[in-house]
């Protein structure tokens, strides 16, 4: 078969186009002017249910952190969900309203600041016009770590996120979480073994919620850290030399943490942060002598009178 650029000449672009199956347009009949076109969103009838949560998730978007340990102002990037409420008498709502208001916040400087969460829900709910709407957004929270010994210093990360709803006629609700990484070393293997004991990184997840109208004056990622750092067997470091090795390898010897330990001790430490009003605490060891995973989790409410501890 001789070769259709026989001549060093490819056919035009448009001919390329059609050779892999590319087709003219085909002339329609319907409006392509806006105020024409059927709004199917907009149609009232019996839905026969009420919509708590629409809207889209997935979004990944640049956001400004604020953070009391060095960097004290990067950027990262947050995944995100926008929603929300639709009453039964509503067919849908205007998705794109949603993103048009994270583009218009994105121009002024989004930031991760519980103020500007509670004004974006706030102004997301008035311009969709629903009583209800929530933001939650997730991000990599990088901060400055230093070697225990030498000093040298990198940066560690930890995945915060935060989820902040309005509805009309009630107080705003805020709830934060970090999933932070440290090291446990295992009790039992201390205690039956004649030398050295196994141990493990250990991820602690800490939900709290707080009250936007009086926020912590300080940085709720910072707090939550060191309740998960101060507590466990070691923390973690991005730069280590040998002095700084054995250092930490003894600290965790001198500390070992069930993670039944860790979800109680970290749980004490926001037990008595006055800017909790709830938490939860899970722990997950993921064992170097198994292939499973060791769990655990409290979750306790400071505003229920009578709640056991």
Not at 24 to 53: C, R, W
Not at 132 to 149: G, N, Q
Not at 216 to 222: E, F, G, L, V, Y
């Amino acid at each position: 078969m001789k070769s259709i650029h026989a001549n060093n000449m490819l056919p035009p672009k448009p001919e390329r186009h059609r050779l892999f199956g590319s087709t003219d347009p085909i002339p329609g009949s319907k409006p392509t002017v806006k105020e024409q076109m059927t709004d199917l969103q907009n149609h009232h009838a019996d839905y026969l249910f009420p919509i708590q949560h629409v809207g889209v998730s997935n979004v990944r978007h640049p956001i400004q952190v604020h953070s009391d340990i060095e960097p004290k102002r990067q950027t990262s990037i947050a995944t995100m969900t926008l929603t929300t409420s639709l009453p039964q008498a509503s067919k849908g709502i205007n998705m794109s309203r949603l993103t048009e208001q994270l583009e218009m916040y994105r121009q002024k400087g989004l930031s991760s600041e519980l103020a500007d969460m509670c004004d974006f829900v706030h102004e997301l709910a008035e311009r969709m016009g629903q009583d209800k709407a929530e933001i939650t957004i997730s991000f990599p929270w990088f901060y400055e770590r230093t070697a225990p010994v030498t000093g040298f210093a990198g940066l560690n990360h930890a995945e915060a996120t935060i989820q902040t709803t309005y509805e009309k006629g009630q107080p705003y609700r805020t709830i934060v979480s970090l999933n932070a990484a440290v090291t446990t070393l295992c009790p039992c293997s201390k205690e039956i073994s004649e030398y050295s004991a196994h141990n493990q990184r250990g991820r602690v997840t800490m939900t709290v919620e707080i009250d936007p109208a009086s926020p912590p004056a300080h940085d709720w990622k910072a707090m939550l850290l060191a309740a998960a750092e101060s507590n466990a067997s070691s923390a973690l470091h991005p730069v280590l030399k040998r002095p700084d090795e054995k250092r930490v390898t003894e600290q965790a010897y001198e500390n070992p943490r069930f993670v039944e330990d860790m979800v109680r001790l970290v749980a004490a430490d926001l037990y008595e942060m006055d800017d909790v009003l709830a938490f939860k605490v899970e722990c997950r060891n993921e064992e170097s002598i198994h292939l499973h995973d060791a769990y655990a989790i409290i979750d306790f409410d400071k505003r229920k009178e009578g709640a056991a501890r």
